[in-house]
């Protein structure tokens, strides 16, 4: 794919939120490249805002977000969306849009207002169906999917982008468990590829599992980052979640079990 190589996204100070009201305070966050990096915490932590923020769909109040050195606030949105793909929570297509048509929009940010339509376009298509195995479904209408098949197609979408970062808002979120491990074990494959992928999740078991790096919020504030070892402790999990719980090791993986214990 063409990236742009050695790509990193930064925030110092970060401050950002709706109508005056802080969401994000005084962040500073940096996205490793090559990584799996989840972002936990409670409901209202501000977790999608600063994801948002990070992707330039959220304005900053104080503080800069700055990709390769360069301040996103001076960048064109195509000029963004080339390196930074950004998939939103809860995304929903129109009735009858199939896979193919969904997938073929991610090419926006390489085409001209009047361009036609090109053989690296169709390339980057045909990539992004392939990697996410989602080819066999290109004439299929999205609202004829499993739940699992509409992320794969909507991941599809923001890999045809051919950005270098990926954003993911949520995307396991009203999936069963069947299809949330396979959401992740196909957004995992990616980073594995060199993918540079942040994602916000519910579920602290399945960050333990899969990503790389793990940061926790709270009130709009890292409290914590880390591999999940480091991360997930008794200690930090009372502090963020105010989640009494028992932490124990995964005998197959080595990953962290969050085992949460019953109020007394």
Not at 110 to 119: D, V
Not at 170 to 188: C, K, N, S, Y
Request: net charge neutral; aromatic share 4%.
């Amino acid at each position: 794919m063409n990236n742009s190589a050695g790509a990193i996204l930064t925030a110092q100070d970060l401050w950002a939120g709706y109508g005056g009201a802080p969401v994000v305070r005084g962040v500073d966050f940096a996205v490793a490249p090559g990584r799996l990096t989840a972002i936990l915490g409670p409901n209202g932590c501000g977790k999608s805002t600063l994801l948002r923020t990070l992707a330039g769909l959220q304005k900053a109040e104080r503080g800069e977000v700055t990709l390769g050195g360069r301040p996103i606030a001076r960048m064109g949105s195509k000029a963004l969306a080339r390196v930074v793909s950004v998939l939103a929570q809860n995304s929903v297509a129109p009735e009858r849009l199939t896979v193919g048509d969904l997938v073929r929009q991610g090419r926006y940010p390489h085409r001209g207002l009047f361009s036609m339509w090109s053989s690296s376009d169709q390339a980057a298509v045909d990539e992004a169906l392939e990697m996410t195995g989602t080819a066999h479904l290109a004439d299929r209408a999205m609202e004829t999917l499993s739940g699992g098949q509409r992320q794969r197609a909507w991941i599809a979408m923001t890999l045809a982008q051919q950005g270098e970062i990926l954003l993911l808002d949520e995307p396991t979120t009203f999936l069963d468990p069947a299809h949330q491990l396979e959401v992740l074990g196909l957004i995992r494959a990616l980073s594995e590829a060199g993918k540079t992928v942040v994602t916000v999740l519910h579920d602290l078991n399945l960050a333990a599992e899969f990503a790389g790096e793990v940061v926790l919020m709270r009130e709009g504030e890292i409290r914590a980052r880390g591999t999940p070892r480091e991360a997930l402790t008794e200690a930090t999990l009372a502090q963020v979640f105010g989640l009494s719980a028992l932490v124990v090791t995964n005998p197959e993986t080595g990953a962290p079990v969050c085992l949460p214990r019953a109020p007394q």
